[in-house]
């Protein structure tokens, strides 16, 4: 690695910690401004600030109290701060690839604490064009999902704990789910939809989070892969597994860009997949062991966008 590159690294990480420390010391302080409004010969403040589209207001009295302004303008001092160090992410990100950054720290982490996961999403598509060398479209996203089997039989860890060391904060999803973002990427956890499917979320007690059910998953930890690195070790799912599941989650997509998106990268691994012998016979093999009406939507699909895959 060179030295530029490994201190532009240190500086995304160091600016991201302070992201993060800059936002919850903004989410002590007081919201808003001080306005004032004479009635007669007395002056009245207030304290107001935009709510969506209303303006919210309280009064403060005759006397704004000194602490609400003394927070007010610490408030607008770190929110100057806080667009400075976004600004500072931004040229660093132009320069380097953060999300391999964050994800291989992720990653680094999660090993040294032996949490049992499988990345996958977007950020597993260049793993495997390094790993495997595979010449695939590499979309970026900013999210980074790792999926976790149930019952989950690792040991216990606050993920919570280990994340925010990286200036990871937690938030939660609508369902419930938690997710932990840095300010730019947001790291979630899913786990393999079971029956009817669950439309609140699942708590994985050991790792202190809660996870949200997908459809089809569970191929997705069919005979992972292990990807070793120079330090850590982590799975991702086979290309085969992973083609089919982009196919058969196109499928229930509501927008059109985001089922182009899944067909487009499940296609560009059957390409490549097809160049090699054994990997086609592996992919062939575990097409057969889905489910009948699985296999059939994805041949269809594989039949209208790759017509020589099958032949």
């Known amino acids: 690695m060179s030295v530029v590159r490994k201190t532009l690294q240190e500086n995304y990480i160091y ?84 999300q391999r950054i964050t994800a291989d720290e992720i990653l680094k982490i999660f090993y040294q604490h032996e949490i049992k996961s499988i990345l996958i999403g977007s950020y597993c598509i260049p793993v495997i064009k390094e790993g495997l060398g595979f010449n695939l479209p590499t979309i970026k996203t900013q999210d980074i999902d790792f999926l976790v089997n149930t019952p989950y039989k690792g040991k216990e860890v606050d993920v919570e704990s280990i994340l925010k060391t990286m200036g990871f904060s937690i938030g939660f999803n609508p369902d419930e789910s938690t997710y932990f973002t840095n300010g730019v990427f947001k790291v979630e956890f899913l786990i393999p ?34 990807m070793d690195k120079e330090n850590y070790t982590f799975l991702i799912p086979n290309p085969w597994a992973l083609a089919y599941h982009k196919i058969l ?21 059957l390409r490549e997949i097809r160049k090699k012998p054994d990997l086609f016979t592996n992919a062939l093999s ?24 099958f032949m």
């Open 15 to 98: 600016f991201i910690k302070e992201l993060t420390r800059i936002n919850e010391e903004i989410g002590e302080l007081p919201v808003g401004n001080i306005s004032e409004k004479k009635i007669g010969k007395a002056t009245y403040y207030y304290q107001q600030w935009r709510e969506g589209k209303k303006i919210k207001s309280v009064s403060l009295g005759l006397k704004a109290p000194s602490d609400v302004m003394e927070g007010i303008n610490k408030r607008r001092l770190l929110e100057n701060q806080r667009k400075e160090i976004l600004d500072n992410i931004h040229v660093i990100a132009r320069a380097i690839d953060t």
């Open 193 to 226: 939809e079971k029956g009817k499917g669950y439309e609140k979320a699942i708590s994985i007690k050991p790792l202190k989070i809660r996870a949200t059910p997908l459809r089809y998953l569970q191929m997705l930890s069919d005979n992972p892969l292990k």
């Open 249 to 269: 989650v196109s499928r229930c997509r509501k927008t059109k860009d985001k089922k182009e998106k899944d067909l487009l990268q499940a296609m560009a691994l």
């Open 286 to 309: 575990y097409l057969k062991t889905l489910p009948v009406k699985w296999q059939k939507y994805i041949k269809n699909q594989i039949d209208e966008h790759f017509p020589n895959f």
